[in-house]
């Protein structure tokens, strides 16, 4: 089952920030940023609303349960490439789609 950390790193990269880029856009420090992606650091009630923000999301889906999270695509700001490709690879590997084969269960 994707966690939160995964959809950040996912919608990060799908508008092609950086974690610097994320990190100077929230004010939250770069390594944070990483540790969250990594689902390795939960994210502080402080840092929900300016994360969802950078994203383009509203906090409910930030926070919501994966099954209920709809992928969407912006025709005014494209991915990129390394986006796409990011992308694949991850679902690939089963990291945003639960039940595909991921053994470990993410």
Same mark, same amino acid.
């Given at each position: ?46 840092? *929900?609303?300016?994360? =969802?923000? @950078?994203? &383009? ?9 994966? %099954? +209920? *999270?709809?992928?969407? =695509?912006? @025709?005014? &700001? ?9 992308? %694949? +690879? ?17």
């Amino acid at each position: 089952m994707a966690r939160t950390g995964d959809r950040i790193r996912h919608e990060r990269a799908k508008w092609g920030y950086t974690q610097q880029q994320l990190a100077e856009m929230t004010g939250i420090d770069r390594d944070k940023i990483a540790k969250i992606e990594l689902n390795r650091r939960d994210i502080q009630a402080d840092e *929900i609303e300016a994360l =969802a923000s @950078a994203l &383009r999301l509203d906090v409910t889906t930030l926070l919501a349960r994966p %099954e +209920r *999270i709809k992928m969407r =695509a912006n @025709a005014a &700001r494209p991915s990129t490439q390394k986006a796409i490709d990011w992308f %694949e +690879r991850c679902v690939e590997n089963s990291l945003f789609v639960d039940g595909l084969g991921g053994a470990d269960g993410r």
